[in-house]
């Protein structure tokens, strides 16, 4: 079956990095888009990042551009999210998201930006 487990989340002050990892699983995996979205307390989940298949496009929310780069890794099963010059307002539980005729989720981990 499909599973997608995260890893990476933690504590991080402003200004500071961190980098999320998602482990694939139960479909072939270079064949599909990969995304990140995220879900701040009291709000609705939301789009952050996607990479294409086998991986040379990406695309990224406006609030994340030029400071969340993502990134496959298609030998690995495995899809990243590098964080940097973090903000407060990026404090969220994070998900890897695919799309294989419905959406499936991984548990998330989260991430909590603060001083």
């Known amino acids: 079956q499909v599973q997608l487990v995260e890893s990476g989340g933690g504590l991080v002050q402003p200004g500071g990095s961190l980098r999320l990892s998602c482990a694939a699983s139960g479909f072939t995996f270079s064949n599909y888009p990969m995304a990140w979205y995220r879900q701040a307390p009291g709000k609705e989940r939301e789009w952050v990042a996607r990479?294409?298949?086998?991986?040379?496009?990406?695309a990224y929310a406006d609030s994340v551009k030029g400071r969340f780069i993502i990134s496959r890794d298609n030998a690995k099963n495995t899809v990243a999210l590098q964080m940097n010059s973090m903000k407060p307002g990026d404090t969220a539980v994070y998900y890897c998201n695919v799309y294989l005729g419905r959406n499936y989720w991984g548990q998330g981990t989260q991430v909590t930006v603060s001083s």
């Open positions: 990479i294409s298949s086998p991986g040379g496009n990406t």
